[in-house]
């Protein structure tokens, strides 16, 4: 059974930092293609950054040089380091895991940005 877990979410500060950890069991991270998506109240879930097997990262236009997406294959778990915070990033973020025809969703993490 595929289970993925996101932690770190939270209430930050605009200009503020989070680390998000999404933990997976059931399949092994490093051989997935690992995304980060969020949703924000009112609006469709939309793309945040992607990590691929051989390590090539890719991020929303929106995000880049702020958030990083990570991996730690010894933990099986996928990062993603959010920093200078906008009110506009608040949104529930899920962590997702992609292979061939199969995919997996975690439940997701709250991060709410205060301006």
């Known amino acids: 059974q595929v289970q993925l877990v996101e932690s770190g979410g939270g209430l930050v500060q605009a200009g503020g930092s989070l680390r998000l950890s999404c933990a997976a069991s059931g399949i092994i991270v490093s051989t997935y293609r690992m995304g980060w998506y969020r949703q924000a109240p009112g609006k469709q879930r939309e793309f945040v950054a992607v990590?691929?097997?051989?390590?090539?990262?890719n991020y929303a236009d929106s995000v880049k040089g702020r958030l990083t997406i990570s991996r730690d294959n010894a933990k099986n778990t996928v990062y993603l380091q959010m920093n200078s915070l906008e009110p506009e990033d608040t949104a529930l973020y899920y962590c997702s895991a992609h292979y061939m025809f199969n995919d997996y969703w975690g439940q997701g993490t709250q991060i709410t940005v205060s301006s």
């Open positions: 990590i691929l097997s051989g390590g090539y990262t």
